[in-house]
Nanobody, 120 residues
Framework: QVQLVESGGGLVQPGGSLRLSCAAS????????MGWYRQAPGKQRELVAT???????DYADSVKGRATISRDNAKNTVYLQMNSLKPEDTAVYYC??????????????WGQGTQVTVSS
């Protein structure tokens, strides 16, 4: 069994910053890809930033230059640093992990979501 625990969301003023964390634990053999998505009210879930299976990074155009995704492989943790936050960044942010379990099965998992609200 695999668990994803997210943290770091909250209320931030426009122009502010925050850092989200997502730690994967449990029966993990290896992690293929890790990333962040978000879903605003009334909208579809969209990619924010991700590490691809090849190790490169990909960002949504709306966050390029303001977001940085990073990871700590030893801790199976992925981070999302977001700066210059805008009200339109308000959403529930979800961690997504593509991994190989300890029984060598390919699985994708979603975190429980963390609310980010950008408002004055």
């Amino acid at each position: 069994q695999v668990q994803l625990v997210e943290s770091g969301g909250g209320l931030v003023q426009p122009g502010g910053s925050l850092r989200l964390s997502c730690a994967a634990s449990g029966s993990i053999n290896s992690i293929v890809a890790m990333g962040w998505y978000r879903q605003a009210p009334g909208k579809q879930r969209e990619l924010v930033a991700t590490f691809t299976s090849g190790g490169s990074t990909d960002y949504a155009d709306s966050v390029k230059g303001r977001a940085t995704i990073s990871r700590d492989n030893a801790k199976n943790t992925v981070y999302l640093q977001m700066n210059s936050l805008k009200p339109e960044d308000t959403a529930v942010y979800y961690c997504n992990v593509d991994l190989i379990t300890s029984t060598f099965v390919s699985r994708k998992y979603w975190g429980q979501g963390t609310q980010v609200t950008v408002s004055s």
